[in-house]
């Protein structure tokens, strides 16, 4: 668009206004009549005083106050241009003709220092004209204030469940949406369970979610979930031990057929083909969207610095697709290297220290020693602490669950109901105490 001389531009936000006087309100921080040209600022300036009293916006009222006549008002029509471009435009155009007169003057001069102060009084009136952009007086932001609330009483965030009551309470209800969250945990803790285990929760009561896998074959992965919502023992799933396994086994293919889950499993693990599945799982109703794990999807590279320069990108993209498609992503990650008995933090999350903060919500899981003397990485069960380190407009704490191995199931100890030898659990299908595994291995 070609650019418009200053005094049109005026011209134009003077006709605009007497068009939609009520459009004053969103620009009149940035109208400045001190930098206006003639008569157009005694117009402007009447403008903006009607404005303040509360006193209607018209030709009249415009011509009593600015004591100009008729004849000088523009006789140009309102643009089509929004009011905020105009006097966007307007600025640049002062700011132009400020440095103009700059170069004139200083072409004109020859003493350095004069020059340096016509130099340093042109770059301030810029300056606070370019300021004026973006600055609010109390009234707009109050206006604002009121307009964000009754916004968000509409929309009214929802929030899914993750099935572990706790965890929900801490997130005021849950994941929420546009946010974005971050578990980490060590090899072996039990990541991946816990995703399918909130996946599950939330499919179960209807919400459409979608797991993008980039270390498990489709295969590992139904496994898992077989044992998660039938309480079978894995190595009995494998191995066909249990006598009806064959009609088992298609009530849970018809079960997940049935259940609002989208499953992704990129031939290509990238940065790039991360990103294109979670738009295409965002674009296809998902809610809630599953990576397992970040760091996997960052592109490799050799050197290490330039590898966790790639996971802080993968982070941040992340990020920046859950805010444009408002869908929750929850994102598996691994941790650094933790000596002695220092327990994770932020800054813990492998790749960058960055990581932390660019999640909404950052879960560190942590495997505890019990009394019952099981090793809580190599036994059949495992506790492991959840230590919700951040949680924006929400809880941090931390709280205990138990992971089942053979079932890959997901419980949170129930403290007040727990014995040594009997914790109870309470997961997404109400309280569990374990001895359906063992039922189901006698059978």
């Known amino acids: 668009m070609k650019q418009m001389a200053q005094e049109r531009i005026e011209q134009e936000i003077i006709a605009a206004i007497l068009m939609w006087p009520k459009s004053i309100g969103d620009v009149r921080e940035e109208l400045r009549p001190s930098v206006w040209l003639g008569k157009n600022a005694r117009i402007i300036g009447a403008m903006l005083d009607c404005a303040a009293r509360g006193v209607e916006i018209n030709l009249d009222n415009v011509l009593v106050i600015s004591k100009v006549s008729i004849g000088d008002m523009p006789l140009v029509q309102g643009t089509s241009l929004d009011l905020r471009v105009l006097t966007k435009m ?7 003709s400020k440095m103009n007169g700059l170069r004139v003057a200083i072409n004109s001069k020859n003493d350095a220092f004069e ?20 600055r609010r007086g109390k009234q707009l932001i109050l206006e604002d204030y009121l307009t964000f609330l009754a916004k968000m009483v509409q929309r009214q965030i929802t929030r899914y ?44 009561s209807g919400i459409r979610v979608g797991l993008i896998e980039g270390e498990m074959i489709a295969e590992e992965i139904l496994l898992r979930l077989q044992g998660i919502m ?19 086994l298609m009530a849970f293919c018809d079960t997940v057929h ?28 998902c809610r809630v969207i599953y990576v397992d794990y970040l ?19 993968t982070s ?22 933790i000596e002695g008995s220092n327990r994770p933090s932020l800054q813990s999350f492998y790749g960058s220290s960055g990581l932390g903060h660019d999640a909404s919500v950052a879960i560190a899981l942590v495997p505890v020693d019990t009394e019952l003397g099981r090793d809580p990485v190599q036994g059949a069960m495992r506790d492991v602490v959840f230590d919700v380190m951040k949680a924006r407009n929400a809880m941090t704490d931390e709280f205990q669950v138990r992971y089942w191995l053979q079932t890959q199931k997901i419980g949170e100890v ?15 299908d109400g309280r569990y105490d374990g001895s359906q595994e063992q039922e189901d291995r006698k059978d």
């Open 295 to 313: 760091q996997v999807f960052a592109t490799k590279s050799g050197a290490a610095k330039d590898e966790f320069s790639q996971i802080k990108k």
């Open 90 to 96: 307007h600025a640049e155009a002062v700011v132009n």
């Open 316 to 337: 941040e993209m992340i990020r920046s697709l859950s805010l444009r498609f408002k869908v929750a992503i929850v994102a598996a990650s691994s941790l650094n290297r």
């Open 161 to 204: 469940t993750t099935g572990l009551p706790t965890l929900d309470r801490l997130l005021r209800g849950g994941i929420s949406d546009g946010s974005y969250t971050l578990i980490g945990g060590f090899p072996g803790i039990g990541k991946t369970s816990v995703l399918l285990n909130m996946m599950l929760a939330q499919a179960k």
């Open 230 to 248: 039938t309480g079978q023992w894995i190595d009995d799933i494998e191995t066909g031990r249990r006598a009806d396994w064959k009609a088992e």
């Open 115 to 134: 020059n340096l102060a016509l130099a340093t009084e042109a770059v301030d009136e810029s300056n606070a004209i370019i300021h004026s952009f973006g």
């Open 258 to 285: 049935s259940l609002p889950v989208e499953f992704s499993f990129p031939v290509q693990r990238s940065n790039e083909s991360l990103s294109a599945e979670i738009v295409r799982l965002a674009e296809a109703g």
């Open 414 to 428: 129930i403290e007040a109901f727990s014995s040594p030898t009997q914790p109870q659990l309470c997961l997404t």
